[in-house]
């Protein structure tokens, strides 16, 4: 349902995007989550399909969540990324209360 890509090694201070792209569901909700090295699976940011945006405290004013409703896809541009924004990265979607996960990418940043 959801094919994830981008990710990758980056210094801190760089930047990185992720996109997501879901075959033919018209999700309420899609987005981003992440899982840092021996932590829990915690939210990055979710958009729904009128565009409007929840995401964490961490990531705000860095990282820019969009959404194509015509392509059905979910973006994340990633700013002045942090050692501490290393993590696999998972995209997800929502509908009717199911959720959906895409295969985590990979994301490191070198300090």
């Known amino acids: 349902q959801l094919q994830a890509s981008g990710g990758g090694l980056v210094q801190a201070g760089g930047s990185l995007g992720l996109s997501c792209a879901a075959n033919?569901?018209?999700?309420?909700?899609m987005g981003w989550y992440r899982q840092p090295p021996g932590k829990e699976r915690e939210l990055v940011a979710t958009?729904?399909?009128?565009?409007?945006?929840d995401s964490t405290n961490s990531v705000k004013g860095r990282f820019t969540i969009s959404r194509d409703n015509h392509k059905n896809t979910v973006a994340l541009q990633m700013n002045s990324l942090k050692p501490e924004d290393t993590a696999v990265y998972y995209c997800?979607?929502?509908?009717?209360?199911?959720?959906?996960w895409g295969q985590g990418t990979q994301v490191t940043v070198s300090s």
């Open positions: 033919r569901t018209i999700f309420d909700f």
């Open positions: 958009i729904t399909r009128a565009g409007r945006i």
């Open positions: 997800y979607a929502r509908f009717n209360l199911k959720e959906y």
